[in-house]
């Protein structure tokens, strides 16, 4: 008992801590079911229910916000996921050593670059000017250049591409990790029964790697709804914001520009509840599957 | 002789595929560099010149001006200023707490461990969101204040299990013989359990650093009125609003400066902000493969 003190101490500043920045303002989701007032106070705004809620469902704007949250964020994560998977098997496959290490080291980088970075990066070189549509001039695929930014059909498309360009390098690492962990006896088995190397990839590295896919497909089905917040702000603009405003976006603009604090909260509320039941969907059909699962 | 013609027999479906894939490589490592590079060129060209287009592999009229103009920007000094500090500061800080919290959820003789670690593994799926925690750090005097990038993003769940399983696997021996030559718990984290951690530390404390880097959300949030508490990120994303809103380049004729337009301040801003970066995360590969690795482990 007597070496439980310091460790019991401890732990009650790591309590305190914890429960102010991470749990205190959990009860802030009470302003939802307010007319929140900042002078009134938390305790003496106007209860009013689900009122927020009910104005949300009704306004089209927040409809929208919602298919664009859902649509880029699955968007996102299967173009990413299967960028990913496919890009570690291909370089897996890479004979040289040195070739493999080299180009590894470089498919991190844009990991380690900033979002304004990045689509400050893509601004340029979708710009008038820009790269991309120089080479759709020279090859005579564009009569003149294209404003990719100022329709909204291409921008889920872009915002896309500037994940799967950040992230692929990054997301291959557990992969690569996965692979390599797979027993080498199979390969030369394969190989000595004839297996070419589709039938290699598709019948020894692909479940080998399975359980690492499944694994990551849950963690990051419950971030769905995140999937949107810096890019979209970023890269958005008055042309294309019927598609590029996300409920994150949504949440900043009428909760702290706008100063409408409840109906912030609201729709907040909404997605971290929406979230947490997509994680736990996620789970169960995992442990149905009989798969590994989060918890 | 024989062997040598066995071995180049390989069939011609083999053959298409080690092009195609080494052709897909290549193809992938200048999607990747070539923006960056660009971007570089960019900054060491005329920026009037740059206006003309056509500029894509080497500079067509060599300047340092760019750069000349960036670092006599007050804003983007006070900027670089704050990013280093807050990256130094922060970074020590997050790697100290989250170090002694994983310390403390992996002894096993620890009563309440596993209510402490599920206490932390919640926050990291609920969150009470933005507005809520907007006004939490209203209210606690966190705006217009530097420790807004410090205190409130100390400490990660994530980070905390990545440290908890390494040191789950280290020996209790360890620990058990320091406690019979009477160690306590500060010696025992200190002396024996920090220093066999330091690859996992090495890896954490480089994700926290990139994080502080890169961060501009809290700055434009929390520290938008004080001008003396911006970072780096911030002013770069002030700077590229102000170009992307100059649509025509008429526009951004009129306003520039000689010869320094805002894009080509933009592109020397941004190549100042990535290189420590650049410069650095090669060197550090190792430690975040492990680190990620260690992380992708289920809880």
């Known amino acids: ?295 | 002789m024989k062997r040598a013609t066995t071995r180049k027999k390989t069939s011609v479906g083999e053959k298409v595929f080690v092009f195609l894939n080494g052709f897909f490589m290549i193809l992938f490592v200048i999607i990747t560099l070539y923006p960056v590079w660009n971007t570089l060129v960019i900054s060491l060209n005329n920026g009037t010149d740059s206006l003309r287009g056509g500029l894509y592999l080497w500079p067509r009229m060599w300047t340092l001006k760019n750069f000349n103009t960036v670092l006599h920007k007050k804003n983007l000094l006070v900027g670089a200023y704050v990013t280093v500090a807050r990256t130094i500061i922060g970074t020590l800080m997050a790697l100290g707490a989250n170090a002694i919290l994983a310390y403390i959820v992996s002894r096993k003789r620890f009563l309440f461990k596993r209510q402490l670690s599920l206490f932390w593994v919640i926050t990291m799926y609920v969150n009470g969101g933005l507005i809520p925690t907007f006004l939490l750090f209203k209210g606690l005097g966190l705006t217009n204040n530097f420790l807004v990038y410090i205190i409130p993003g100390m400490i990660s769940a994530f980070y905390m299990l990545v440290i908890r399983t390494f040191m789950v696997g280290i020996p209790d021996s360890f620990e058990e013989s320091a406690q019979l030559d009477g160690a306590g718990d500060v010696v025992i984290f200190t002396k024996i359990i920090s220093p066999l951690c330091k690859p996992v530390y090495a890896t954490v404390a480089l994700f926290c650093a990139v994080g502080h880097w890169n961060s501009w959300f809290d700055a434009m949030l929390y520290n938008r009125m004080n001008s003396n508490l911006t970072t780096l990120q911030y002013e770069l994303m002030k700077l590229l609003s102000s170009v992307t809103n100059q649509s025509t380049s008429v526009e951004s004729m009129k306003n520039a400066v000689g010869t320094v337009t805002p894009t080509s301040v933009r592109a020397a801003a941004t190549i100042l902000t990535m290189l420590p970066i650049v410069c650095l995360y090669p060197f550090l590969q190792r430690y975040f493969v492990t680190g990620l690795t260690i992380g992708g482990v289920k809880e």
């Open chain 1, 1 to 295: 008992m007597k070496r439980q003190k310091v460790l019991l101490l401890w732990s009650l500043v790591y309590v305190i801590y914890g429960f102010i920045f991470c749990y205190l303002p959990l009860a802030g989701w009470l302003m939802a079911f307010e007319n929140y007032k900042p002078k009134d106070g938390f305790f003496h705004s106007q209860f009013i229910g689900l009122g927020k809620f009910k104005q949300l469902f009704v306004d089209d704007g927040f409809l929208r916000v919602i298919r664009n949250t859902l649509a880029m964020g699955v968007i996102n994560l299967v173009v990413t996921f299967v960028a990913a998977i496919v890009f570690a098997i291909l370089l897996n496959e890479l004979k040289s050593q040195g070739g493999k290490k080299v180009v590894q080291t470089i498919s991190y980088l844009p990991h380690f670059l900033s979002w304004i970075i990045v689509t400050g990066i893509l601004h340029d070189a979708l710009s008038g000017t820009g790269i991309v549509n120089d080479l759709l001039l020279r090859f005579h695929l564009l009569k003149e250049p294209l404003n990719f930014f100022a329709h909204p059909k291409y921008f889920w498309g872009i915002v896309a591409f500037a994940n799967v360009w950040k992230e692929t390098g990054w997301n291959a690492i557990i992969y690569l990790a996965a692979i390599v962990a797979i027993d080498t006896n199979l390969y030369e088995a394969a190989a000595i029964d004839g297996a070419g190397r589709w039938a290699r990839i598709r019948y020894i590295t692909l479940p080998g790697i399975k359980p690492t896919i499944i694994i990551l497909l849950l963690m990051n089905a419950g971030n769905v709804l995140n999937a949107g917040f810096e890019v979209q702000y970023l890269l958005g603009n008055g042309l294309v914001q019927s598609v590029s405003q996300t409920i994150d976006i949504y949440v900043l603009k009428w909760g702290i520009s706008q100063g409408d604090y409840s109906l912030g909260t609201a729709a907040g509320v909404f997605k971290s509840v929406v979230s947490i039941v997509i994680i736990l969907i996620a789970n169960g059909m995992a442990k149905r599957a009989g798969e590994e699962r989060l918890f």
